[in-house]
Structure formats: structure tokens, C-alpha cells
């Protein structure tokens, strides 16, 4: 009675996250990395050897395997995405490299599943393992019930803050990226990068475990530096609703550092910016020579996060001040170091957190290509 109790508690704080027509702060329902480790310093050393073993070539399994290993993806979109082609291209990659058995099924597009729920196909498929890869209002109802039944292994990806009853049902793994240490990083750079006098903006999501992590996070991290963000507008995580949003600000200040709380909104900035530059420049012709934000053409610049075909040529040529880059590739193959040590029964950490690092201008281009690469050195999505 007590674990259904807690699973339900599980479930409801899922769903509470999750749905967007409800704005909550999820922090004091995660435990950040650093007091995961101090409050369970065993798993810091298992963690450091996951590590170790992410970044090392692949190690053959030592076992002989009686049927495939059966994984299933919950995937956040379409298979068709820059995050999404990374994790299943490094994935297989790296269980073809460790010399597994294994059989996949993909389901994306969930909410399309009208005749029959994400969860009736995967108890009917019976999967050792099961990767959630985003934490919204279905995949959380689907993950809630494969913890109920406890048969399949759950693997949180993209997620590197432990929730707080994980000891009461626990998933396998939770590998991710620490997101505050990101965006402090993140707001130091463009607190040393940006004059005093820059006006600055944001676009931030409505409610959610990415709005309370990153977005706010970035938010508090610049008060925390004395830079007022005079003009923070919500908008749904698009590149359409960016764009309209960016050009509002750019009427009004078209010299702003916007800030994008995800890659999607970036994109729509992006573009905004771009096309202010392109219809101010083409007005100028013919006029004074000078084209600096005087003049009204727009000298704005916004973030990145490492996930833009564009992002190398976006940082040269000034749309994109500054890129947090997020090692994708690393994340996949720890999943399938993760379910290799499982597989021959060594203890895995239950928490893997991924490597990001900055990209900015004043790195060449070829140190930036080599970094991109590196990012996505098993998958080559964006290369």
C-alpha cells in the first residue's frame, strides 16, 4: 500500500510539472546533483566511472546473451529532431560497438496515439527497458504506470535532478545535463561580455521543469548580478510564437540582448533578428553610409544551445552572441553503458551528468567545428 501511495504522490507531481494550464515551482520537488551526492556520496565514484567509461572507447560485453535486449523510447517529438536523431543514432551505435543483442521500438508522436495508449504497447511488448525522454503530461502518465508494474527498467533522459521520492520507486538511471550550472555559466559570460548599458529581454516558458530550471535560473542568476532584464515575455516553446514575440522587442529596442530560454525559441529570434537587419539595411541603401543601431538597424543578438545546423556560421556572423553546447552523443552512450553493466549484473549509478561547455566568437571557426564535432562525435547530426 505504501509504494502504490507513493507512486501515486510519483504520478501527481509528474502530471503537476507537466501541464501547462498550471504555473508551479518543481525545485522543491528535485534534489539538485550536488546535494544528490552529498546526501548518497557512494554514487559520486560510481558516477565518475560511468564517466570514465563514457569517454573511452567501447568495452565488448563480457556474457553471452540468450534472446536481444528489448528497449523502448518514449521520444518528446519527432525521430526527425537534431536531439531525438542523436540519441538513437549514438545508441545503436554504441550497443552495435559493445557487441549487444538488442531490439528497439520507437514511440514519437504520442499524442496521436488515439486507438490505443503508449502504455497498453509497451506492456504488450514487454521491454527490459524503457527511455523517457521528456517529462510532459503523457509520458509521465506512461512512466507512472511502468514503475507501478515494475518490470521494465526506467531511464530518465535528459533529466539530471533526482526527484525527491526516487528512493521510495526508484527509475534505473537518470542521465541529463545540469541545467543551473549551465545557465550560471551561461550569465557569467554575458555578464563580462555585455556593457552595462545593453537593455536586455528574455523569452521564457509558460510553467515546467525546464521554465523553473532554466529559465528562471537564468533570470535569478542575472538579478544575482545586478542586470535588470527590463522585458521578459512567456511564449510556447516554437520558433513561430519566438519570432512574433522577438519582433515586438526589437520595435522597441532593437539594439537588446534577447535571451532564449530554449533552442526552439532561439530559432525564432534568430530569424527575427535577421530579417529586422535585412528590412532596415534595405531601407538605409542609399543613405548614409554609417549603419550602426543610431541609424535603426538592429544590432541585436540572442543565445543558443547547441542543437542548430546553423550554429558554427549563427556565432561568426553575429546573430547568436554566445552557445551553450551540450555534449548530446555522451548522454546515449551512457544509457548504453548503463544497460551493458546491468546486463552483467555490476552496480550502475543511478545519476550521469553530461558535459556542456560555452562556444563563443572569439574562438576560430575550426576550434568551433572541432567542438561541435566532438558534441556529436558518434551521431554527426549537425556536423
Not at 197 to 223: H, I, P
Not at 236 to 250: P, T
Request: hydrophobic content about 40%; overall charge positive.
Amino acid at each position: 500500500m505504501r509504494r502504490l501511495f507513493c507512486i501515486n504522490l510519483f504520478a501527481l507531481f509528474l502530471l503537476g510539472v507537466c501541464s501547462s494550464a498550471q504555473a508551479m515551482n518543481v525545485l522543491p520537488y528535485v534534489i539538485s546533483s550536488q546535494d544528490f551526492y552529498r546526501a548518497w556520496p557512494d554514487q559520486r565514484p560510481l558516477s565518475e566511472q560511468l564517466s570514465a567509461v563514457v569517454n573511452s572507447p567501447a568495452d565488448p560485453i563480457n556474457m553471452m546473451q540468450i534472446s536481444p535486449v528489448r528497449v523502448a523510447f518514449l521520444l518528446s517529438g519527432t525521430t526527425s529532431s537534431i536531439r531525438n536523431k542523436s540519441l538513437l543514432l549514438s545508441f545503436k551505435r554504441r550497443m552495435q560497438e559493445l557487441g549487444i543483442a538488442y531490439q528497439i521500438t520507437i514511440y514519437d508522436n504520442l499524442q496521436n496515439l488515439q486507438a490505443t495508449s503508449p502504455f497498453s504497447l509497451i506492456k504488450k511488448e514487454k521491454p527490459n527497458y524503457l527511455v523517457a525522454t521528456d517529462l510532459d503530461v503523457m509520458q509521465s502518465h506512461v512512466v507512472e504506470r511502468v514503475l507501478q508494474q515494475g518490470k521494465t527498467k526506467v531511464i530518465f533522459f535528459n533529466l539530471s535532478t533526482p526527484l525527491k521520492n526516487w528512493k521510495y520507486q526508484p527509475p534505473f538511471m537518470y542521465v541529463g545535463f545540469d541545467q543551473l550550472k549551465a545557465v550560471q555559466t551561461l550569465a557569467s559570460y554575458l555578464d563580462r561580455q555585455l556593457p552595462k548599458k545593453t537593455k536586455l529581454a528574455a523569452l521564457v516558458l509558460s510553467s515546467g521543469y525546464m521554465n523553473d530550471l532554466r529559465c528562471n535560473g537564468f533570470l535569478d542568476a542575472m538579478a544575482s548580478r545586478n542586470r535588470h532584464i527590463g522585458d521578459v515575455q512567456t511564449v510556447a516553446d516554437n520558433a513561430e510564437a519566438a519570432y512574433v514575440a522577438a519582433q515586438r522587442i526589437l520595435r522597441k529596442t532593437p539594439d537588446a540582448f534577447i535571451f532564449s530560454c530554449t533552442q526552439s525559441i532561439s530559432n525564432g529570434v534568430v530569424r527575427a533578428i535577421k530579417a529586422y537587419h535585412n528590412t532596415h539595411a534595405h531601407q538605409m541603401k542609399g543613405m548614409a553610409e554609417s549603419k550602426t543601431e543610431e541609424d535603426g538597424l538592429s544590432s541585436a543578438q540572442t543565445n543558443s544551445w547547441g542543437l542548430s545546423v546553423n550554429e558554427v556560421d549563427h556565432l561568426i556572423n553575429g546573430p547568436v552572441m554566445v552557445s551553450s553546447l551540450f555534449m548530446w552523443d555522451d548522454l546515449a552512450i551512457a544509457v548504453a553503458e548503463g544497460i551493458k553493466g546491468d546486463m552483467e549484473g555490476k552496480a550502475e549509478p543511478m545519476l550521469y551528468v553530461g558535459r556542456t561547455t560555452i562556444m563563443s566568437p572569439e574562438q576560430d571557426s575550426t576550434s568551433l567545428h572541432l567542438m561541435i564535432q566532438q558534441a556529436y562525435r558518434y551521431s554527426a547530426v549537425i556536423w
